[in-house]
């Protein structure tokens, strides 16, 4: 296991993550279960598990699943370079899973190796792959405060009741109730302290987490309002939204390689600077050579836009050191990756221009890498 990061959440508290990836997929329909289930070329457990990865604060991640699909998930963390991870086998039931995750902390008889227990743990479901940083920060916040957390959005359907001939038996005033979400977090002793106390019934048919600590620790929850796509991906309709949505924030982020030279690096503080009140954008100052494990960690988080800015007359050996580093990776080049090689001309001459024979070596390489589902665009500017 990779060591957990040694920051510390919101608060100054430490803070890590439990994520149940143990269900069957049954409403999904089909043999895999719905969190193996590729979108866009990746299993949707791994992006659930990179949003978590990508919060800094985060010690470690417990992944759970079913005894059968334990390997399957190590070659999931492998393949997609993930860290801080550890998998845990999963009970019969998501109570009995997310139990198995929490023992990982506090019994050395359970893992191999005990990780540090946190002060506080979040648990989100491993099919709810666009939790961002926000909510996660606001319901850590609120469980140190009040000791469980959880996100919540407004009843889209009103809830009834039927009695027992089938007929409508009452119905309950919408604006009064919320739909539960993920995530949700806890200070661990209280969490883990509801587990410890619940009886078969609560581990083999609830639901609600929240719910066992005001049942057995009289802790009542934060409700912390949620934003629209916390949503669950359950039947095989919602993994055709979850690739829609995917494929709209690939398009809204980008990474601006620069070299570590002062004027360069300059360039590449200020493209970010102009660009980040419209898309995501990662900026790092790097020499691709070098075959950074920062650029590596970009890429296998699958950004889908490069704009290379550097000085040279001719930056193809650079373009084709990332092309390299992007076949290397195996991602799945499902969408079109864009990489503008930006040529920043600093020289003193006006009338500076690319020759011919540059120019069809240029035009060469960005066919032979269209044929690799990239495509290669070129810029030059003077910088004076």
């Given amino acids: 296991m990779e060591p957990g990061s040694s920051g510390r959440g919101p608060g100054g508290v430490s803070v890590s993550a439990v994520l149940p990836a143990g269900g ?20 949707l457990v791994s992006y659930a598990v990179r949003a978590m990865e990508r919060i800094s604060w ?22 997609y370079g993930h860290k801080r991870v550890t998998v845990v086998e999963g009970g019969i039931t998501r109570h009995r899973s997310i139990f198995n995750g929490l023992k990982v902390f506090a019994e050395k008889e359970f893992s191999s190796h005990l990780v540090q227990k946190p002060e506080v743990v979040i648990i989100h479901d491993a099919v709810r792959p666009f939790v961002d940083e926000d ?31 089938g007929c409508l038996d009452h119905s309950l005033e919408r604006a009064k109730y919320r739909a539960s979400e993920m995530p949700q977090a806890f200070l661990f002793d209280i969490i883990y302290e ?43 309709r919602d993994l055709y939204a979850a690739e829609s949505i995917i494929k709209d924030n690939l398009s809204q982020q980008v990474c601006v390689i620069t070299s570590v030279k002062e004027t360069l690096a300059q360039v590449g503080f200020l493209l970010p600077e102009s660009l980040k009140s419209q898309i995501k954008v990662e ?24 704009v290379c800015v550097n000085d040279k007359r001719c930056a193809i050996q650079e373009t084709q050191e990332l ?25 003193e001459n006006n009338s500076f221009s690319i020759g011919m024979e540059d120019l069809a070596m240029i035009k060469k390489f960005a066919r032979e890498t269209k044929k690799k589902n990239i495509l290669v665009y070129g810029l030059l500017i003077q910088y004076k």
């Fill in 24 to 43: 069957s997929g049954e409403r999904l329909g089909g043999a895999t279960p719905k969190q193996f289930c590729a979108v866009q070329g990746r299993p």
């Fill in 58 to 79: 985060i010690s470690d991640i417990i992944v759970v699943v079913s005894p059968e699909n334990i390997e399957t998930m190590k070659t999931i963390i492998e393949k």
């Fill in 135 to 165: 909510i996660v920060s606001k319901v850590v916040m609120a469980a140190k405060e009040h000791g469980a957390a959880g996100a919540i959005r407004p009843l889209v359907s009103t809830v009834i009741a039927s009695a027992a001939d």
């Fill in 194 to 236: 509801a587990y410890q106390q619940c009886t078969d019934y609560d581990l083999d048919y609830g639901t609600e987490c929240l719910h066992l600590a005001l049942k057995y620790c009289k802790t009542n929850a934060k409700l912390v309002e949620g934003t629209a796509d916390l949503w669950k991906v359950t039947y095989k």
């Fill in 283 to 306: 900026a790092i100052s790097i020499s691709l050579s070098k075959n950074d494990s920062c650029l590596q960690n970009i890429i296998s988080g699958q950004c889908y836009n490069f």
């Fill in 323 to 347: 092309v390299d580093m992007l076949e290397k990776s195996n991602i799945p080049l499902i969408c079109p990756v864009v990489l503008i090689s930006v040529h920043l001309d600093i020289s």
